[in-house]
C-alpha cells in the first residue's frame, strides 16, 4: 500500500502545480488581452485624433482663410467691375445725344 500512496500524494502533487499553472495562463491571457485592447485603442482612435490635431487642423485653418480670402478678393473684382460698368454707362451717357 505504500506505492498507492506516494502515487497518490505525487498526483495531487502535479494536480496542484497543474492548477497554479492554468490560473496562471488564465491571468496572463486575461491581462494581455487588456493590454492588446489599449494599444488597438490608441493605434486606432486616440494617434488619429492626436495626428489631426497636431498637423491637419492648423492645415485645414489655413485653407480655409484662404479660401475665404480668394472669396473676398472675386467679390471685390466683382464690385469693381459693376463700377467700371456704371462708369461706362455714364460716359456714353454723357457722349450720346438725348
Keep these: 500500500m505504500d506505492v498507492n ?8 502533487r502535479l494536480t496542484q502545480e497543474n492548477n497554479r499553472m492554468l490560473h496562471a495562463m488564465r491571468r496572463n ?3 494581455g488581452g487588456v493590454i492588446k485592447f489599449v494599444l488597438y485603442a490608441l493605434v486606432l482612435v486616440i494617434a488619429p485624433l492626436w495626428l489631426y490635431a497636431t498637423y491637419l487642423a492648423p492645415m485645414v485653418e489655413q485653407l480655409s482663410e484662404t479660401y475665404q480670402q480668394i472669396q473676398g478678393t472675386g467679390a471685390k473684382a466683382q464690385a469693381q467691375f459693376s463700377d467700371f460698368q456704371n462708369l461706362l454707362k455714364q460716359f456714353q451717357d454723357q457722349f450720346s445725344p438725348q
Aim: hydrophobic share 55%; charged share 20%.
Design 5 to 12: 500512496d506516494h502515487t497518490l500524494t505525487e498526483l495531487v
Design 29 to 31: 491571457a486575461f491581462w
